[in-house]
């Protein structure tokens, strides 16, 4: 028994190797949310009043909610008086200031180990990074490179001091605080997250990337990102998020906004690999998270490509609303649940302008005794004429302990449109993995090699050196998952 | 090369094999025939090692190793393929792919480097030539929409692939039409070398027409009850099994 949880233990760790903690003087509030809470928050980044009154607005909204259990969920109930919300990992210095501010070696060494380099020169190529560790963001790198396009990225907390007008306009525009539950208590305590703005007619040259990365103990991260992508311009952007191992579940609550005008495109990928907790269902991030783009523009165009293996708990539902006339939305998914994980995710695409067409396709990959469940949403207003959807939903398991389900609902009120809805399950057989054995495959390889198979049109959707990464990540995430 | 010595094996606490012995020889190509049911595939999976058969008695050595200690991979390492009767589709996953992970694991378990994608490829348009596999299906995935004579064909060519010294081909000639059965059996035979042995499972004349092997074997209720020369193939083709079961008072 001792020797099987030995084992047991090795493979939950070998798998998920992002688990160490960084030992850096941080600078942790007290736990509990309150007014004074959100005060506080915002007085620490040194914020202006029209933000405070919004923080303000979201927090006294959220009081009088009640948090949603409408997923195909088991969700631990949250205390949310047992959770800080601000956690300062730079409290020795003075946070991000782009590239000339001075970085703990310890901060520098941890993204280094995460695969991260924040030192220009040694960056992937063609790629600039905004790190955010715990409440705030740590460096951006190749700010003064895209500015001289006019291309601003950095933290939002920057963004809300050199740039206020840009942020004052579009922050809760896409998704206000009213939205939901979550929405609206990240809007009362949001740290920090990226900025971006593309303007007119410029095609940002390199991918724009930002790391989330949870470190502190007790903490929730409370991530804001908000993109603006002008008329005539492009940008690819791309997300990834480790945490430590921890016996306790921790609350990631983000929102996502994202502006897309006339002509412009905006690809935005995420890499989702939360700490899932252990074999046993112990510990792990819960990932509740809103993220939802706004085509306004005519011939507005965005993709969201997600591969999710991390989190204990995964519920969210990247969205596009697509009102420009003619614009066009895509949702790639992969979401792999191992062990005791659970997924609720999936898509919404709102369709309201004339012409507009929107692609789902969603993979779900369930192993181990975990439950993974797509939702999504078509919906045609009245004035979409001439909408069109396709969505294929496929679901692959993975023995026989685990469950797959799909929630697909259609809403249509345009008798023009077209919906068109697939959906199929497969397991992995026995057959098919004692022939890759007879032909030398181990089982675990074998299981890459099929769930990749099945993943690619997926995988294929991410910007290249990411898409090695996330081929190698769904292989580990499945370890000892089969056998 | 082989030795088999008193095997018993069970399927669902069913026993199949009831005390096979069988020695095959470097070089040396061994046809087992036999009516249904009376065990042939079982003991080309209990030989490549299947999970869901039970081994209660007996041994397999093969070159002085163990062969029932080994994982089927393992196995596959060492020299073992089986040519499956009914081979798997594996959607999503192509075959250059999955070629590549099972020659490289093979060459990782020898201490080899990985082929270079290169010299893989060149690999492929080499072998694919000996079974006449056109280049289409090697770039699908793992025998999806293969015909069943494609199927076969691909099993052969990933024979050639791998180099096996002992090759089990579970009825390959089952649903091949004229040509593509020659196709397979001269694939099969120009891998042939001195080196390697074979266990040919088959219910016709036809197939051991152009495989000619050594000896024949016949299974019946889980026991080899009668071996001899190429001859005994002609005469169970004209003759059937009774005349053997009566000659051995079954």
Known sequence: MEEKNVFVREVAEKKYQYGFTTDVQTEVIDKGLSEDVVRLISEKKGEPQWLLEFRLKAFRYWQTLEAPTWGHLKMPEIDYQDISYYANPTAGNSGNSGNSGEIDPELMKTFDKLGIPLEERLALSGTAVDAVMDSVSVKTTFREKLKEKGIIFCSISEAVKEHPELVREYLGSVVPYKDNFFAALNSAVFSDGSFVYIPKGVRCPMELSTYFRINARGTGQFERTLIVCDDDAYVSYLEGCTAPMRDENQLHAAIVEIVVKENAEVKYSTVQNWYPGDAEGKGGVLNLVTKRGHLRGRNSRLSWTQVETGSAITWKYPSCVLSGEGSQAEFYSVAVTNNYQQADTGTKMIHIGKNTKSTIISKGISAGKSQNAYRGLVKVAKTADNARNYSSCDSLLLGSKCGAHTFPYMDVHNNTAVVEHEATTSKISEDQLFYCNQRGINTEEAVSLIVNGYAKEVINKLPMEFAVEAQKLLGVSLEGSVG | ?250
């Open chain 2, 1 to 250: 090369m082989l030795q088999i010595n008193n095997l018993h094996a069970t399927i669902n606490g069913k026993e199949i094999l009831k005390g096979i012995n069988l020695t095959v020889k470097d070089g040396e190509v061994h046809a087992i025939m036999g009516l249904n049911g009376a065990g042939k595939s079982t003991l080309s999976n209990v030989i490549v090692g299947h999970p869901a058969y039970e081994v209660t008695e007996g041994e397999i050595i093969f070159n002085g190793k163990d062969l029932l200690k080994m994982s089927p991979e393992e196995r596959a390492h060492e020299g073992i393929f089986l040519s499956f009767q009914q081979p798997v589709e594996i959607p999503g996953v192509s075959m250059v792919n999955f070629m590549r992970a099972a020659l490289n694991a093979k060459r990782q378990y020898k201490g080899e480097e990985p082929l270079s994608a290169g010299d893989f490829l060149k690999l492929m348009r080499e072998k694919r030539k000996i079974v006449e596999l056109d280049s289409r299906l090697t770039s699908r995935s793992v025998n999806e929409g293969f015909s069943g004579g494609e199927k076969k064909r691909n099993e052969i060519f990933q024979m050639a692939m791998l180099e096996p010294t002992f090759s089990i081909l579970d009825e390959t000639d089952s649903g091949l039409d004229v040509d593509a059965l020659r196709i397979v059996a001269e694939g099969f035979n120009k891998l042939r070398t001195p080196q390697t042995s074979a266990l040919v499972i088959t219910h016709y004349q036809r197939l051991l027409d152009y495989l000619k092997p050594d000896i024949i074997h016949v299974l019946i209720g889980g026991m080899i009850v009668k071996t001899a020369g190429p001859e005994l193939a002609l005469e169970i083709e004209n003759r059937g099994f009774d005349w053997i079961k009566e000659e051995v008072g079954l």
